[in-house]
């Protein structure tokens, strides 16, 4: 679904989920399923172009990037993926990716693929506003955009720059460091939290570390979504080869959000 | 020649389009708190002091160059060696090491966390730490661990923890991501001290910087021994950190022509050499753009190299400028060749190379062969104790 008609539809809910799946990972088939069932719950689904050196994550994501590209996944199979997703689900499809994978495609290229096979953002963790080899601006020019990602340590102007430049919400980790480990919602995460209310807007999707219900609880009210990659990318390899990944990673979806 | 200092690279740290800062904007604003610091403290007089100061007792510099007049009799021609295997540690590394170190003291900092390859520049940081007084914590892929077990077990003597890293090729590569996700958890009181002139701004700079007094020591030695330039000057080149060091000094003089030496490996095949400029195209790692040896759909390839230091899939942005400006000469010399020129050293000079200067020194024994007219002037980067088990362990000792 396109961004801003899904901001809308959000508007009075309490809290939305954002879905994180790798790509490829175990199969291209098998991750298209288990996206399909986050969907069933989730607003929006990032899918993770694998790339065999994510600086931005931990363990779990990158053993299963690791996996994926043995299994020869290429960029292709990622934009098939997008687009049944685009297709068949209600949510806004993301692409989640590392710098060279889009460099090495041709940024437009791969903006205008992307576009094509319904994609509605991207998210690069090393590309960032300012630097993005003019992601952004290609991006926008074919009418979808980049969500810019910041973590605990940025400073209010950066903050307010990067709120005005990320598409449709912002991204907002809820600790430094990387994916995986789970994260304490405490006073800190509060306080970095209204610290971003503060000088940006837009819906937060907070993310790293949200990985049970309580977590989820904790932040309704207080961030517009929450972000799960590694909750589910774990739940995914707890199951065995002709398990029903839909509808497995559909109840995983629900228990986040009971 | 002050002009290309002052604008290369530029203040976003392009070396033509080469390098940039392809990182988060958490660390990016670190990044950009270690620029200010270092463009404040490069001016600042007590640094520069304190930094000679430590160079000439600490260190032992100047290094010498010195004439190897057995080889070059042998072959024809004239080589020099740039005797960086007389840096304190053994190798170029400690020079960049200092200099992080004490710019990590004037900041505050109180842990240095870095990768290494061969062990060079964990050593160097180890030691570095020591003189300072700070933690230092150094990332080590598990097969570089066993191949080079003597610099494993001086920096723990230096009292540097050594973090063993199990994934991927194991090597140099994933010793960068395993120390970079170190440091990203504690940016404010550690500082990532990259071992060559590779990674975001300010590090390919800095590096450079803080490595051309080893250029600019030997361009005036050489002057002063032969009254001359050099025709060749020979280095090798991993992230490229000696080579840079060297080359800086000689950019301006037309007549000198620069070689920049890659591992060729075993082969040609695939993760069988680290030949990154001879072999790579443009692309994106470890926060910089730069030469990459890379497939078609972007991912870095596995890469080796007899010498440990030198397999890195990328290369330095400056390296990758020069070579399209066709300033640099980037060429390649096999493991073979390496292994023996590292005998033919040891033998003809009583000087044992690090397996990685052997590559400069092999193609430098090719260079004068074909020129008998011509002066060669190689970086010899650092010594090959390190090595002597590896060597002895595969290729036996000569007879
Ligand atoms: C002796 C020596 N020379 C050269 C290198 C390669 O590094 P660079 O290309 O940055 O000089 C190393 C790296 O470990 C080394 O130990």
Known sequence: MEMNKKLEQIKNKKISLMGHIVGGYPDVESSLKAAKGICRHADFIEVQFPFSDPSADGKVIEGASYKAIDAGFTVEDGFKIVKELSETTEAVVIIMTYANIVYKYGIERFVKKAKENGANAFIVPDLPYGSDEGLSETAEKYGIGVIQVISPGVGDDRIKMLGDKSYGVLYVTARRGITGGKTDIGAETEEWIATVKRNCSKPIALGFGIKSNSQVRALSGKTEIVVAGSYFVEKITSLSKGSDFEGELAKAAQELLS | MGDYFKNTPNEKGYFGEYGGSFIPPELQKEMDRITDAYYAISKSHQFIEELRSIRKHFQGRPTPVYFAKRLSNELGGRIYLKREDLNHTGAHKLNHCMGEALLAKYMGKKKLIAETGAGQHGVALATAAAYFGLECEIHMGEVDIAKEHPNVVRMKILGATVVSVTHGLKTLK???????????????????????????????????????????????????????LPDNVVACVGGGSNAMGMFTAFLDDADCKLYGVEPAGRSTKIGDHAATITYGKPGIIHGFKCYLLQDEKGEPLPVYSIASGLDYPGVGPEHSMLHDLKKVNYTSVTDSECVDAFFDLSRKEGIIPALESSHAVAYAMKLAKDNPRQSILVNLSGRGDKDIDFIVENYGIRK
């Open chain 2, 174 to 228: 994933e010793a960068v991501d395993s120390a970079f996700e170190a440091y990203l958890k504690d940016p404010v009181n550690s500082i990532y001290c990259i071992g060559s002139v590779v990674g975001p701004h300010p590090f390919p700079m800095m590096v450079r910087d803080f490595q051309r007094v080893v250029g600019i020591e030997a361009r005036e030695q050489f002057l002063e021994m032969t009254g001359e």
